[in-house]
């Protein structure tokens, strides 16, 4: 069985998808997954080790590019396409390939809906996990759908480590202290990781794309680290502390202990999936994540590493 799925964008919800997608890879033989991946964002895909094929989406990139990638779809013959997006481009994506199945979301905007079969959830007032708006894509197939639905990242590895003074079998803390909107970037980090450095014997990490001198005796890792190696950091930590952002997903992905950290979101909505067990979720009740004080953050981490040293 050969399935196209398209879904570009944003990477948190590839992270979603690729949930729902690596479900299929296991219960389906011989089933062969092809995606439709913004440009930058195939690392992710890669890591996975589920994406047979990649056809990459250049946002912006003009007519000539989006004729040429709608070109190649339809050189190959999927039994299954779907648009995981939502989106008028997606749709029509869907729409010119040679497949007789092709489903796509209820909720997709921009008359997305009216170029494929809908599935799922047609209503967005209802309070639901991002992810359980794309599980009845796996009982399409007829798959009754874990509850965890983990991913493993097989082909995620780091290959230079001395490169930034992180060692396999060294523990460490990971921070995210970054998001795509600043007013989901919990502002006190850097006093957090002051405060692990008295009180913890664990090196910290920390990691992103944002370079600056403000973390003080830390391995700073930022813009070091592949798309396709950062799952291989986030398995390989004690426990993550991160925002509302694509590797609180990824660490949610891979069952890591985790801290996320929320301010105008819903974690309902957007937070880690399920929402218990491994993830400890704190939600300012004034949703302004500033108001989230370094001691809550602290004791919630201090738990949890309590957990992880009676558990190994």
């Given at each position: 069985?050969?399935?196209?799925?398209?879904?570009?964008?944003?990477?948190?919800?590839?992270?979603?998808?690729?949930?729902?997608?690596?479900?299929?890879?296991?219960?389906?033989?011989?089933?062969?997954?092809?995606?439709?991946?913004?440009?930058?964002?195939?690392?992710?895909?890669?890591?996975?080790?589920?994406?047979?094929?990649?056809y990459i989406f250049h946002r912006g990139g003009g007519f000539l590019k989006f004729l040429k990638l709608c070109h190649a779809i339809r050189e190959e013959k999927y039994d299954y396409v779907l648009?995981?997006?939502?989106?008028?481009?997606?749709?029509?994506?869907?729409?010119?390939?040679?497949?007789?199945?092709?489903?796509?979301?209820?909720?997709?905007?921009?008359?997305?809906?009216?170029?494929?079969?809908?599935?799922?959830?047609?209503?967005?007032?209802?309070?639901?996990?991002?992810?359980?708006?794309?599980?009845?894509?796996?009982?399409?197939?007829?798959?009754?759908?874990?509850?965890?639905?983990?991913?493993?990242?097989t082909e995620s590895h780091i290959y230079k480590e001395d490169s930034f003074s992180l060692r396999q079998n060294s523990p460490y803390i990971l921070i995210f202290p970054e998001s795509r909107r600043?007013?989901?970037?919990?502002?006190?980090?850097?006093?957090?990781?002051?405060?692990?450095?008295?009180?913890?014997?664990?090196?910290?990490?920390?990691?992103?794309?944002?370079?600056?001198?403000?973390?003080?005796?830390?391995?700073?890792?930022?813009?070091?680290?592949?798309?396709?190696?950062?799952?291989?950091?986030?398995?390989?930590?004690?426990?993550?502390?991160?925002?509302?952002?694509?590797?609180?997903?990824?660490?949610?992905?891979?069952?890591?202990?985790?801290?996320?950290?929320?301010?105008?979101?819903?974690?309902?909505?957007?937070?880690?999936?399920?929402?218990?067990?491994?993830?400890?979720?704190?939600?300012?009740?004034?949703?302004?994540?500033?108001?989230?004080?370094?001691?809550?953050?602290?004791?919630?981490?201090?738990?949890?590493?309590?957990?992880?040293?009676?558990?190994?």
């Amino acid at each position: 069985m050969k399935v196209l799925i398209i879904k570009p964008s944003s990477l948190g919800d590839v992270v979603h998808s690729l949930r729902v997608a690596s479900l299929l890879a296991r219960e389906i033989p011989n089933i062969e997954i092809h995606w439709v991946i913004k440009s930058g964002l195939e690392g992710i895909l890669n890591a996975s080790g589920i994406v047979k094929r990649n056809y990459i989406f250049h946002r912006g990139g003009g007519f000539l590019k989006f004729l040429k990638l709608c070109h190649a779809i339809r050189e190959e013959k999927y039994d299954y396409v779907l648009d995981l997006q939502g989106l008028l481009r997606s749709a029509v994506l869907t729409k010119i390939t040679r497949s007789k199945k092709k489903y796509g979301r209820a909720d997709g905007r921009e008359f997305s809906t009216l170029f494929y079969n809908c599935i799922g959830m047609k209503s967005k007032k209802k309070l639901m996990h991002a992810i359980d708006r794309l599980v009845p894509f796996i009982e399409l197939f007829g798959i009754k759908s874990c509850k965890s639905l983990p991913l493993d990242f097989t082909e995620s590895h780091i290959y230079k480590e001395d490169s930034f003074s992180l060692r396999q079998n060294s523990p460490y803390i990971l921070i995210f202290p970054e998001s795509r909107r600043p007013e989901k970037e919990w502002p006190n980090f850097e006093d957090l990781v002051s405060l692990f450095n008295r009180k913890f014997n664990l090196n910290v990490v920390i990691a992103g794309s944002v370079r600056s001198d403000n973390f003080k005796n830390c391995i700073d890792v930022r813009g070091k680290v592949k798309l396709v190696e950062l799952p291989w950091l986030i398995k390989n930590s004690l426990i993550v502390i991160s925002n509302d952002s694509a590797p609180l997903h990824i660490a949610s992905s891979l069952c890591k202990p985790l801290v996320a950290l929320f301010g105008p979101t819903e974690h309902e909505r957007y937070g880690p999936y399920p929402q218990d067990g491994h993830a400890k979720v704190i939600a300012s009740p004034s949703r302004k994540i500033e108001d989230i004080s370094i001691e809550s953050v602290y004791r919630t981490i201090e738990t949890t590493l309590t957990e992880i040293k009676v558990q190994s």
